[in-house]
Protein backbone atom coordinates (compact mmCIF):
# COMPACT_ATOMS: atom_id res chain seq x y z
CA UNK A 1 0.00 0.00 0.00
CA UNK A 2 1.29 3.61 -1.07
CA UNK A 3 1.76 6.41 1.48
CA UNK A 4 -0.57 8.69 3.00
CA UNK A 5 -0.64 11.14 -0.07
CA UNK A 6 -2.06 14.73 -0.52
CA UNK A 7 -2.76 15.06 -4.16
CA UNK A 8 -2.97 18.71 -4.91
CA UNK A 9 -4.77 19.57 -8.82
CA UNK A 10 -3.82 22.62 -10.55
CA UNK A 11 -6.48 23.38 -12.76
CA UNK A 12 -9.29 21.03 -11.27
CA UNK A 13 -12.16 22.65 -12.56
CA UNK A 14 -10.84 22.79 -16.36
CA UNK A 15 -11.81 20.33 -19.35
CA UNK A 16 -8.59 17.66 -19.01
CA UNK A 17 -8.98 17.52 -14.99
CA UNK A 18 -13.01 16.47 -15.64
CA UNK A 19 -11.91 14.29 -19.01
CA UNK A 20 -9.16 12.49 -17.34
CA UNK A 21 -7.61 13.24 -14.05
CA UNK A 22 -10.49 13.41 -11.54
CA UNK A 23 -11.92 9.97 -13.80
CA UNK A 24 -8.74 8.36 -12.99
CA UNK A 25 -8.46 9.43 -9.53
CA UNK A 26 -12.41 7.74 -8.84
CA UNK A 27 -11.18 4.92 -10.73
CA UNK A 28 -8.12 3.91 -8.47
CA UNK A 29 -10.52 4.79 -5.52
CA UNK A 30 -12.76 2.23 -6.43
CA UNK A 31 -9.96 -0.38 -7.41
CA UNK A 32 -8.53 0.22 -3.56
CA UNK A 33 -5.39 1.60 -4.99
CA UNK A 34 -5.32 4.75 -3.27
CA UNK A 35 -3.33 4.97 0.22
CA UNK A 36 -5.34 4.19 3.28
CA UNK A 37 -4.99 7.89 3.82
CA UNK A 38 -5.56 10.78 1.08
CA UNK A 39 -7.16 13.80 -0.02
CA UNK A 40 -7.00 15.52 -3.11
CA UNK A 41 -7.20 19.22 -2.96
CA UNK A 42 -8.05 21.44 -6.08
CA UNK A 43 -6.36 24.76 -7.08
CA UNK A 44 -7.96 27.02 -9.43
CA UNK A 45 -8.18 31.02 -10.32
CA UNK A 46 -11.85 30.57 -9.11
CA UNK A 47 -13.19 30.74 -5.34
CA UNK A 48 -14.94 27.80 -5.00
CA UNK A 49 -15.83 26.61 -1.56
CA UNK A 50 -15.22 22.78 -0.46
CA UNK A 51 -18.62 21.83 -0.68
CA UNK A 52 -19.55 23.23 -4.37
CA UNK A 53 -15.97 21.84 -5.57
CA UNK A 54 -17.54 18.19 -4.29
CA UNK A 55 -20.91 19.04 -6.13
CA UNK A 56 -18.54 19.43 -8.82
CA UNK A 57 -16.49 16.77 -9.36
CA UNK A 58 -20.00 14.14 -8.37
CA UNK A 59 -21.29 15.93 -11.54
CA UNK A 60 -18.57 15.49 -13.46
CA UNK A 61 -18.21 12.23 -12.94
CA UNK A 62 -22.07 11.50 -13.67
CA UNK A 63 -22.85 10.84 -9.72
CA UNK A 64 -20.34 7.85 -9.69
CA UNK A 65 -18.69 8.80 -6.52
CA UNK A 66 -19.68 8.09 -3.45
CA UNK A 67 -20.03 10.88 -0.24
CA UNK A 68 -16.62 8.80 1.51
CA UNK A 69 -14.94 9.93 -1.88
CA UNK A 70 -16.07 13.44 -2.20
CA UNK A 71 -15.55 13.78 2.02
CA UNK A 72 -11.74 13.77 0.55
CA UNK A 73 -11.69 16.89 -1.57
CA UNK A 74 -10.87 20.20 -0.64
CA UNK A 75 -10.55 23.37 -2.98
CA UNK A 76 -7.94 26.23 -2.65
CA UNK A 77 -8.88 28.91 -5.28
CA UNK A 78 -7.70 32.21 -5.76
CA UNK A 79 -4.65 31.10 -7.41
CA UNK A 80 -2.03 30.53 -4.90
CA UNK A 81 -3.00 32.63 -2.11
CA UNK A 82 -4.77 29.73 -0.37
CA UNK A 83 -2.77 27.12 -1.55
CA UNK A 84 -0.26 26.53 1.28
CA UNK A 85 -3.09 27.10 4.40
CA UNK A 86 -5.54 24.55 2.28
CA UNK A 87 -2.48 21.84 2.07
CA UNK A 88 -1.62 22.35 5.50
CA UNK A 89 -5.12 21.49 6.63
CA UNK A 90 -5.21 18.51 4.76
CA UNK A 91 -2.02 17.19 6.66
CA UNK A 92 -3.93 17.82 9.98
CA UNK A 93 -6.81 16.11 8.53
CA UNK A 94 -5.10 12.85 7.85
CA UNK A 95 -3.06 13.62 10.97
CA UNK A 96 0.21 12.33 9.53
CA UNK A 97 2.90 14.33 7.36
CA UNK A 98 1.77 12.92 4.01
CA UNK A 99 3.33 12.65 0.43
CA UNK A 100 2.76 15.36 -1.50
CA UNK A 101 1.56 15.33 -5.32
CA UNK A 102 1.60 17.89 -7.74
CA UNK A 103 -0.13 17.66 -10.81
CA UNK A 104 -0.32 20.34 -13.43
CA UNK A 105 -3.58 19.78 -15.94
CA UNK A 106 -3.15 23.32 -16.94
CA UNK A 107 -1.72 24.94 -20.67
CA UNK A 108 2.28 24.41 -20.94
CA UNK A 109 2.23 28.17 -21.17
CA UNK A 110 1.26 27.99 -16.94
CA UNK A 111 4.10 25.49 -16.03
CA UNK A 112 6.57 28.33 -15.12
CA UNK A 113 4.59 30.25 -13.25
CA UNK A 114 3.18 27.25 -11.13
CA UNK A 115 6.93 25.55 -10.72
CA UNK A 116 8.53 29.05 -9.30
CA UNK A 117 5.37 29.06 -6.89
CA UNK A 118 5.98 25.89 -5.36
CA UNK A 119 9.52 26.65 -4.89
CA UNK A 120 8.60 30.18 -3.32
CA UNK A 121 5.92 28.77 -1.20
CA UNK A 122 7.91 26.09 0.30
CA UNK A 123 5.70 23.34 -1.38
CA UNK A 124 8.70 21.86 -3.82
CA UNK A 125 10.99 19.74 -1.06
CA UNK A 126 10.08 15.92 -1.86
CA UNK A 127 7.36 16.50 -3.69
CA UNK A 128 5.87 14.40 -7.19
CA UNK A 129 5.16 16.72 -10.32
CA UNK A 130 3.35 15.54 -12.48
CA UNK A 131 3.46 17.91 -15.73
CA UNK A 132 1.08 17.32 -18.48
CA UNK A 133 2.10 17.71 -22.40
CA UNK A 134 3.67 19.40 -24.18
CA UNK A 135 6.08 20.31 -21.98
CA UNK A 136 7.27 23.31 -23.87
CA UNK A 137 5.58 24.40 -27.18
CA UNK A 138 9.15 25.18 -29.19
CA UNK A 139 12.61 24.08 -28.94
CA UNK A 140 13.43 27.12 -26.74
CA UNK A 141 10.45 27.34 -24.51
CA UNK A 142 11.54 23.21 -23.66
CA UNK A 143 15.10 24.54 -22.72
CA UNK A 144 13.99 27.41 -20.14
CA UNK A 145 11.19 24.93 -18.65
CA UNK A 146 13.35 22.33 -18.21
CA UNK A 147 16.16 24.84 -16.55
CA UNK A 148 13.59 26.26 -14.16
CA UNK A 149 12.04 22.77 -13.12
CA UNK A 150 15.47 21.73 -11.92
CA UNK A 151 16.48 24.72 -10.38
CA UNK A 152 12.98 24.16 -7.97
CA UNK A 153 12.91 20.49 -8.47
CA UNK A 154 15.37 17.15 -8.74
CA UNK A 155 15.02 15.47 -11.70
CA UNK A 156 13.87 11.92 -10.01
CA UNK A 157 10.85 14.45 -8.56
CA UNK A 158 9.87 14.82 -12.22
CA UNK A 159 6.95 13.14 -13.65
CA UNK A 160 6.31 14.01 -17.50
CA UNK A 161 3.37 12.41 -18.16
CA UNK A 162 2.47 11.24 -21.79
CA UNK A 163 -0.52 8.81 -21.20
CA UNK A 164 -0.25 6.68 -24.76
CA UNK A 165 2.50 5.29 -22.71
CA UNK A 166 0.34 4.27 -19.81
CA UNK A 167 -1.46 1.91 -22.33
CA UNK A 168 -2.29 -1.79 -22.32
CA UNK A 169 -1.27 -1.99 -25.85
CA UNK A 170 1.38 0.44 -25.74
CA UNK A 171 3.93 -1.79 -23.45
CA UNK A 172 2.69 -4.40 -25.29
CA UNK A 173 4.57 -3.70 -27.91
CA UNK A 174 7.81 -4.34 -26.22
CA UNK A 175 6.34 -7.66 -24.01
CA UNK A 176 5.45 -9.41 -27.40
CA UNK A 177 8.87 -8.54 -29.01
CA UNK A 178 11.08 -9.47 -25.81
CA UNK A 179 9.26 -12.28 -24.35
CA UNK A 180 8.36 -14.34 -27.60
CA UNK A 181 11.25 -15.36 -29.94
CA UNK A 182 8.68 -16.05 -33.01
CA UNK A 183 8.15 -11.98 -33.05
CA UNK A 184 11.54 -10.86 -32.13
CA UNK A 185 13.79 -12.40 -34.07
CA UNK A 186 11.75 -10.55 -36.95
CA UNK A 187 12.08 -6.85 -35.40
CA UNK A 188 14.20 -5.44 -37.71
CA UNK A 189 14.76 -3.79 -41.39
CA UNK A 190 15.34 -7.18 -42.93
CA UNK A 191 11.69 -8.10 -42.09
CA UNK A 192 9.33 -5.18 -41.74
CA UNK A 193 8.59 -2.87 -44.74
CA UNK A 194 7.44 -0.26 -42.85
CA UNK A 195 5.70 0.72 -39.59
CA UNK A 196 2.46 3.12 -39.14
CA UNK A 197 1.42 4.98 -36.38
CA UNK A 198 -1.97 6.22 -36.68
CA UNK A 199 -4.50 8.20 -34.67
CA UNK A 200 -7.23 9.52 -36.34
CA UNK A 201 -9.74 10.98 -34.17
CA UNK A 202 -13.49 12.16 -35.00
CA UNK A 203 -13.43 15.23 -32.07
CA UNK A 204 -13.69 18.67 -32.93
CA UNK A 205 -11.86 20.99 -30.40
CA UNK A 206 -14.92 23.08 -29.47
CA UNK A 207 -14.04 22.31 -25.84
CA UNK A 208 -10.61 23.09 -25.49
CA UNK A 209 -10.58 25.77 -28.53
CA UNK A 210 -8.45 27.87 -26.71
CA UNK A 211 -5.79 25.38 -25.76
CA UNK A 212 -5.76 23.70 -29.09
CA UNK A 213 -5.17 26.84 -31.23
CA UNK A 214 -2.08 27.52 -29.14
CA UNK A 215 -0.72 24.04 -30.08
CA UNK A 216 -2.18 22.13 -32.86
CA UNK A 217 -1.62 18.46 -33.90
CA UNK A 218 2.31 18.75 -34.09
CA UNK A 219 2.49 19.63 -30.86
CA UNK A 220 -0.28 18.20 -29.51
CA UNK A 221 0.15 14.85 -30.81
CA UNK A 222 3.17 14.35 -33.05
CA UNK A 223 6.45 15.52 -31.18
CA UNK A 224 5.15 13.24 -27.90
CA UNK A 225 1.87 10.52 -28.45
CA UNK A 226 3.24 9.50 -31.55
CA UNK A 227 7.28 9.92 -30.95
CA UNK A 228 7.25 8.12 -27.72
CA UNK A 229 4.71 5.21 -29.60
CA UNK A 230 7.61 5.25 -32.41
CA UNK A 231 10.52 4.72 -29.93
CA UNK A 232 8.44 2.01 -27.95
CA UNK A 233 8.74 0.25 -31.43
CA UNK A 234 12.04 0.70 -32.11
CA UNK A 235 13.83 0.72 -29.46
CA UNK A 236 17.30 -1.24 -28.80
CA UNK A 237 16.38 -4.54 -25.77
CA UNK A 238 16.43 -2.46 -22.17
CA UNK A 239 19.09 -3.96 -19.78
CA UNK A 240 16.10 -4.59 -17.53
CA UNK A 241 12.73 -3.27 -17.07
CA UNK A 242 13.34 -1.26 -13.91
CA UNK A 243 12.47 2.62 -14.67
CA UNK A 244 16.25 4.02 -15.50
CA UNK A 245 17.00 1.16 -18.03
CA UNK A 246 13.48 1.06 -20.01
CA UNK A 247 13.72 5.18 -19.91
CA UNK A 248 17.02 5.17 -21.23
CA UNK A 249 16.59 2.46 -24.32
CA UNK A 250 13.65 4.69 -25.14
CA UNK A 251 15.46 8.25 -25.24
CA UNK A 252 18.55 6.91 -26.95
CA UNK A 253 16.55 5.28 -30.09
CA UNK A 254 14.98 8.64 -30.19
CA UNK A 255 17.93 10.72 -30.58
CA UNK A 256 18.94 8.29 -34.35
CA UNK A 257 15.33 10.04 -35.38
CA UNK A 258 16.32 11.27 -38.54
CA UNK A 259 15.30 15.15 -38.56
CA UNK A 260 12.13 15.63 -40.29
CA UNK A 261 12.09 16.68 -43.86
CA UNK A 262 9.06 19.24 -44.09
CA UNK A 263 8.40 18.04 -47.60
CA UNK A 264 7.88 14.69 -45.95
CA UNK A 265 5.11 16.02 -43.72
CA UNK A 266 1.50 17.17 -44.84
CA UNK A 267 -0.32 19.40 -42.48
CA UNK A 268 -3.90 20.39 -42.60
CA UNK A 269 -6.62 22.28 -41.08
CA UNK A 270 -10.63 21.00 -41.29
CA UNK A 271 -12.54 23.22 -42.98
CA UNK A 272 -14.98 25.27 -40.73
CA UNK A 273 -12.76 25.39 -37.98
CA UNK A 274 -12.24 29.37 -37.79
CA UNK A 275 -15.62 28.76 -37.04
CA UNK A 276 -15.26 27.79 -33.68
CA UNK A 277 -15.62 30.14 -30.76
CA UNK A 278 -12.36 31.09 -29.16
CA UNK A 279 -10.27 29.81 -32.80
CA UNK A 280 -8.72 33.31 -34.22
CA UNK A 281 -10.21 34.15 -37.55
CA UNK A 282 -6.92 33.55 -39.20
CA UNK A 283 -5.64 30.77 -37.29
CA UNK A 284 -2.89 29.16 -39.11
CA UNK A 285 -2.93 26.32 -36.77
CA UNK A 286 -2.95 22.66 -38.02
CA UNK A 287 -5.77 20.16 -37.11
CA UNK A 288 -4.06 17.30 -39.02
CA UNK A 289 -0.19 15.90 -39.67
CA UNK A 290 0.69 13.42 -41.98
CA UNK A 291 4.90 12.66 -42.07
CA UNK A 292 7.39 10.24 -42.81
CA UNK A 293 10.23 9.63 -39.99
CA UNK A 294 13.01 7.62 -40.72
CA UNK A 295 15.79 6.07 -37.37
CA UNK A 296 18.91 6.46 -38.64
CA UNK A 297 20.27 3.20 -37.07
CA UNK A 298 21.34 -0.37 -38.15
CA UNK A 299 18.01 -2.05 -37.22
CA UNK A 300 15.99 0.39 -38.50
CA UNK A 301 17.69 2.38 -41.36
CA UNK A 302 15.36 2.37 -44.58
CA UNK A 303 12.12 1.53 -42.58
CA UNK A 304 9.88 4.39 -43.14
CA UNK A 305 8.12 5.18 -39.73
CA UNK A 306 4.44 6.92 -40.97
CA UNK A 307 2.76 8.85 -38.21
CA UNK A 308 -0.67 10.69 -38.94
CA UNK A 309 -3.18 12.30 -36.57
CA UNK A 310 -6.10 14.79 -37.14
CA UNK A 311 -9.38 15.95 -35.83
CA UNK A 312 -12.66 15.84 -37.66
CA UNK A 313 -11.57 12.64 -39.19
CA UNK A 314 -14.00 9.80 -40.74
CA UNK A 315 -12.64 7.79 -37.69
CA UNK A 316 -11.18 7.30 -34.52
CA UNK A 317 -8.77 4.68 -34.12
CA UNK A 318 -5.09 4.30 -32.16
CA UNK A 319 -2.87 2.01 -34.37
CA UNK A 320 -0.16 0.91 -34.64
CA UNK A 321 0.89 -1.74 -37.31
CA UNK A 322 4.32 -3.44 -38.26
CA UNK A 323 3.77 -4.35 -41.97
CA UNK A 324 6.40 -7.42 -43.26
CA UNK A 325 8.34 -7.34 -45.99
CA UNK A 326 6.80 -9.56 -48.86
CA UNK A 327 8.95 -13.01 -48.80
CA UNK A 328 10.82 -14.37 -51.69
CA UNK A 329 10.10 -17.70 -52.62
CA UNK A 330 8.22 -19.67 -54.74
CA UNK A 331 5.02 -17.92 -55.00
CA UNK A 332 4.28 -14.76 -57.34
CA UNK A 333 1.98 -11.58 -56.65
CA UNK A 334 1.47 -12.09 -53.38
CA UNK A 335 -1.28 -9.66 -52.41
CA UNK A 336 0.25 -6.67 -50.63
CA UNK A 337 0.01 -6.06 -46.94
CA UNK A 338 -0.81 -9.83 -46.77
CA UNK A 339 1.19 -9.75 -43.25
CA UNK A 340 0.76 -7.25 -40.85
CA UNK A 341 1.18 -7.58 -37.09
CA UNK A 342 -1.11 -4.79 -35.30
CA UNK A 343 -1.54 -3.47 -32.30
CA UNK A 344 -4.60 -1.85 -31.01
CA UNK A 345 -4.00 1.41 -28.29
CA UNK A 346 -7.55 1.87 -27.40
CA UNK A 347 -9.57 1.30 -24.58
CA UNK A 348 -7.90 -1.92 -23.29
CA UNK A 349 -6.19 -2.86 -25.62
CA UNK A 350 -5.98 -5.81 -28.45
CA UNK A 351 -3.32 -7.14 -30.70
CA UNK A 352 -4.35 -8.15 -34.67
CA UNK A 353 -1.98 -10.83 -36.63
CA UNK A 354 -3.14 -11.03 -40.58
CA UNK A 355 -1.22 -13.06 -42.72
CA UNK A 356 -1.59 -15.15 -46.06
CA UNK A 357 -3.17 -18.71 -45.64
CA UNK A 358 -4.26 -21.05 -48.54
CA UNK A 359 -7.84 -20.81 -48.61
CA UNK A 360 -9.52 -24.58 -48.61
CA UNK A 361 -10.50 -25.50 -51.80
CA UNK A 362 -9.20 -27.82 -54.69
CA UNK A 363 -6.90 -24.74 -55.87
CA UNK A 364 -4.16 -23.39 -54.28
CA UNK A 365 -5.86 -20.06 -53.57
CA UNK A 366 -4.10 -17.25 -51.08
CA UNK A 367 -6.18 -14.95 -49.11
CA UNK A 368 -5.36 -12.60 -45.75
CA UNK A 369 -6.55 -14.03 -42.97
CA UNK A 370 -6.69 -12.35 -39.53
CA UNK A 371 -6.49 -13.43 -35.58
CA UNK A 372 -7.34 -11.18 -32.78
CA UNK A 373 -6.62 -10.90 -28.99
CA UNK A 374 -8.46 -8.43 -27.23
CA UNK A 375 -6.23 -8.17 -24.04
CA UNK A 376 -8.91 -7.89 -21.39
CA UNK A 377 -9.72 -11.30 -22.50
CA UNK A 378 -6.67 -12.61 -21.04
CA UNK A 379 -7.42 -14.80 -17.66
CA UNK A 380 -7.54 -12.21 -14.58
CA UNK A 381 -7.44 -9.53 -16.47
CA UNK A 382 -7.69 -6.29 -14.56
CA UNK A 383 -6.92 -3.58 -16.97
CA UNK A 384 -6.39 -0.07 -15.65
CA UNK A 385 -6.90 3.24 -17.97
CA UNK A 386 -3.99 5.02 -18.89
CA UNK A 387 -4.39 7.79 -16.67
CA UNK A 388 -5.17 5.63 -13.71
CA UNK A 389 -2.12 3.98 -14.13
CA UNK A 390 0.21 6.24 -15.05
CA UNK A 391 -1.28 7.78 -11.67
CA UNK A 392 -0.66 5.10 -9.49
CA UNK A 393 2.95 4.88 -10.93
CA UNK A 394 3.48 8.35 -9.61
CA UNK A 395 1.92 6.88 -6.47
CA UNK A 396 4.36 4.21 -5.72
CA UNK A 397 7.62 6.98 -6.98
CA UNK A 398 7.66 4.93 -10.61
CA UNK A 399 8.86 6.88 -13.37
CA UNK A 400 9.55 3.71 -16.67
CA UNK A 401 6.18 5.03 -18.23
CA UNK A 402 7.54 9.03 -18.16
CA UNK A 403 9.85 10.79 -20.31
CA UNK A 404 13.16 12.37 -19.21
CA UNK A 405 14.56 15.91 -20.52
CA UNK A 406 17.25 14.33 -22.84
CA UNK A 407 14.51 12.55 -24.81
CA UNK A 408 12.69 15.36 -25.25
CA UNK A 409 15.56 17.08 -25.92
CA UNK A 410 16.28 14.91 -29.06
CA UNK A 411 12.41 14.81 -30.08
CA UNK A 412 12.85 19.05 -30.15
CA UNK A 413 15.29 18.89 -32.41
CA UNK A 414 13.75 16.47 -34.81
CA UNK A 415 10.86 19.00 -35.25
CA UNK A 416 12.34 21.76 -35.89
CA UNK A 417 13.16 22.16 -39.28
CA UNK A 418 9.21 21.71 -39.55
CA UNK A 419 8.32 24.35 -37.18
CA UNK A 420 10.86 26.34 -38.96
CA UNK A 421 9.61 25.48 -42.56
CA UNK A 422 5.96 24.68 -42.12
CA UNK A 423 4.34 23.43 -45.21
CA UNK A 424 1.54 24.84 -47.10
CA UNK A 425 -1.93 24.29 -44.66
CA UNK A 426 -4.25 22.37 -46.81
CA UNK A 427 -8.24 22.20 -45.71
CA UNK A 428 -9.98 19.09 -45.69
CA UNK A 429 -13.82 18.60 -44.93
CA UNK A 430 -14.74 17.28 -41.73
CA UNK A 431 -15.96 13.40 -41.90
CA UNK A 432 -13.13 12.76 -44.69
CA UNK A 433 -9.80 11.28 -44.53
CA UNK A 434 -7.54 14.05 -44.48
CA UNK A 435 -5.81 15.37 -47.19
CA UNK A 436 -5.63 13.57 -49.89
CA UNK A 437 -1.55 14.56 -50.61
CA UNK A 438 -0.70 11.84 -47.54
CA UNK A 439 -1.48 9.59 -49.27
CA UNK A 440 1.68 10.09 -51.46
CA UNK A 441 3.52 9.37 -48.00
CA UNK A 442 2.22 5.82 -47.68
CA UNK A 443 2.52 4.87 -51.59
CA UNK A 444 3.00 2.33 -53.15
CA UNK A 445 0.58 0.87 -50.94
CA UNK A 446 -1.51 3.04 -48.69
CA UNK A 447 -2.65 3.60 -45.71
CA UNK A 448 -4.07 0.36 -43.44
CA UNK A 449 -6.47 2.75 -42.14
CA UNK A 450 -8.85 4.74 -44.64
CA UNK A 451 -6.52 4.22 -48.04
Keep these: MTQPTVFVLYGATGDLARRMVLPAFHTLAEAGLLPAKWMLVGNGR ?16 DGKPSRAFLDRLRFAGGGFDNLRPVIEGAHRELGTRAQLVHYLAIPPVAFPETTQALGDLGLAK ?4 VYEKPFGTSPGGFRTLDRLVHRVLDEDQVYRIDHFLGKEATQQLHVLRFANEMFGAMWDRHHIESVQIDVPETLDVADRAGFYDATGAVLDMLVTHLFQVAAEVAMEPPASFAAADLQAAREKVIRSFRPLDPAEVVLGQFEGYKDIKGIASRSR ?23 RTGKRLAQSAQQVSLVLRTPDGPFRDLPARGNVLTFSLAGNGE ?98 LGG
Excluded: M
Aim: charged letters at 20%.
Design 46 to 61: GDVAHDEFQRNVHEAL
Design 126 to 129: GARV
Design 285 to 307: TDTYVAARLWIDNPRWRGVPFLL
Design 351 to 448: IDTTLLAKKPGVALGLEPASVSLPLASLPDAEPLPAYARLIHDVLLGDRSLFTRPDGLAAAWKVVTPLLENRPRLIPYPPGSSGPPKARKLAAPHGWL
